[in-house]
């Protein structure tokens, strides 16, 4: 499993950064994901990297959320700023695509207005 951490209470427009550590077997030959699942949602990738760096966002988080990796200490980030309360959500790591077998218990976020 991979598991997340980070995740916490904030008011709107404020900042969180998730971290989220795996082994080298899973991080070196993989590319990486951000998933979240709302209440009554359906759980959705918003930021994903690959092995070589390219990056993409779902639009809406597009400008306000960063996704990084450190391949030396495998390890994947997420920078959260200007945080709305739909950003409101547990928050998953996993390889992109997803493996059923990696879904840990996520980070609760959880965004005040």
């Known amino acids: 499993q991979l598991q997340a951490s980070g995740g916490g209470l904030v008011q709107a427009r404020g900042s969180l950064r998730l971290s989220c550590a795996a082994s080298?077997?899973?991080?070196?030959?993989?590319?990486m994901g951000w998933y979240r699942q709302a209440p009554g949602k359906q759980r959705e990738l918003v930021a994903s990297?690959?092995?070589?760096?390219?990056?993409g966002y779902v639009s809406s988080v597009r400008g306000r959320f960063t996704i990084s990796r450190d391949n030396a200490k495998n390890t994947l980030y997420l920078q959260m700023n200007m945080l709305k309360p739909e950003d409101t959500a547990v928050y998953y790591c996993n390889t992109n695509p997803s493996n059923a077998n990696y879904w840990g218990q996520g980070t609760q976020v959880t965004v005040s207005s």
């Open positions: 080298g077997r899973i991080f070196s030959i993989n590319g």
């Open positions: 990297i690959t092995i070589a760096g390219y990056i």
